[in-house]
């Protein structure tokens, strides 16, 4: 059943994001696991799919959440890991500005400390106003912090892209935020 994309793309977001070991799997620095014991210990564990299956998921991804190595041996999480891992991004310079979408009741402490990771490793920024909308639905009433990218790049703060286009940083201070 787990060749449901839906299910497998949420087991392997769980597996490959947060809780590697529930299935005795570890990622390596950079948050890869070879892709042949991933399937073997899923399996063990009662989550059954085949190599088809995950290619399938990769490929429809509409977050184009995991990324295959250019081997195609191994799969990480392209972002949104709670588990530590580098994943190896060179730092990039951002656009003048990015969004975050969050609900409502947290903008009081938002606007307060700042964009913080919260169980994520680090802080997750969309490049257009409508993608922030869908990712702060996910919590409640959806709400768009305006962040400026620029003004954080000349203060020296360091800005990455995922493997899937979505744009990292470590934290942002709330001078660099607006409600807009
Ligand atoms: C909020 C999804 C209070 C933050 C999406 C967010 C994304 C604060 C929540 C990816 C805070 C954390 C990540 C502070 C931040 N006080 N609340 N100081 N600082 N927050 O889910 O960015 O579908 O960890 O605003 O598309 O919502 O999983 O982060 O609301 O790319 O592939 O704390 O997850 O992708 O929530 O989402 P999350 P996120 P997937």
Do not use: C
């Not at 869908?134 to 919590?139: C, I, K, M, P």
């Amino acid at each position: 059943m787990a060749s449901d994309p839906v299910r497998l793309s949420k087991f392997l977001s769980l597996v490959l994001r947060h809780q590697p070991e529930t299935i005795g799997l570890a990622l390596d620095a950079r948050g890869w696991v070879v892709i042949d014991d991933l399937i073997a210990r899923a399996a063990a564990a009662g989550t059954a799919f085949s190599r088809a299956d995950l290619e399938h998921v990769v490929a429809t991804s509409d977050k184009k959440r995991f990324t295959v190595s250019e081997d195609g041996q191994r799969i990480r999480a392209a972002q949104g890991h709670s588990v530590a891992v580098e994943l190896g991004l060179t730092p990039r310079e951002p656009p003048a500005v990015l969004y975050h979408g969050t609900a409502t009741r947290f903008v009081e402490a938002i606007m307060a400390q700042g964009l913080k990771p919260q169980s994520r490793q680090q802080v997750h920024l969309s490049l257009d106003h409508a993608t922030a909308v869908n990712v702060g639905r996910r919590h409640g009433k959806p709400i768009v912090l305006r962040v400026d990218a620029a003004a954080m790049y000349r203060a020296g703060l360091r800005f990455y892209v995922a493997d899937n286009g979505v744009w990292l940083t470590d934290v942002v201070p709330p001078e660099f935020l607006t409600t807009a």
